[in-house]
Nanobody, 121 residues
Framework: QVQLVESGGGLVQAGGSLRLSCAAS????????MGWFRQAPGKEREFVAA????????YYADSVKGRFTISRDNAKNTVYLQMNSLKPEDTAVYYC??????????????WGQGTQVTVSS
């Protein structure tokens, strides 16, 4: 069992940057692959990025590749999403996820409450 709390969302202009953090509780954090998903109004929740339990492997949606970077600090039970060159189409609620084994949100059992990211043009 793991509980997730996101932070770092906000309003930013196009081209700007934000860093999201996800703090996890529970002793099993370091054994889980972690990820970020997002959901824009009227759209389905979609995969953004994932990172293996060790941090040695990362995966990105094509729409964010080269702009976003996922990382983790197992000593701090925290996963990060550095978002650069933000675009208005990145506007969404961003959710942290634990035990990510697939890009489909249907396979995720553990979710944070979400943090709003708004990119103005």
């Amino acid at each position: 069992q793991v509980q997730l709390v996101e932070s770092g969302g906000g309003l930013v202009q196009a081209g700007g940057s934000l860093r999201l953090s996800c703090a996890a509780s529970g002793r099993t954090f370091s054994s889980y692959a972690m990820g970020w998903f997002r959901q824009a109004p009227g759209k389905e929740r979609e995969f953004v990025a994932a990172i293996s339990w060790s941090g040695g492997n990362t995966y990105y949606a094509d729409s964010v590749k080269g702009r976003f970077t996922i990382s983790r600090d197992n000593a701090k039970n925290t996963v990060y999403l550095q978002m650069n060159s933000l675009k208005p189409e990145d506007t969404a609620v961003y959710y942290c996820a634990a035990d990510v084994t697939h890009e489909s949100s249907s396979y995720v059992d553990y979710w944070g409450q979400g943090t709003q990211v708004t990119v103005s043009s």
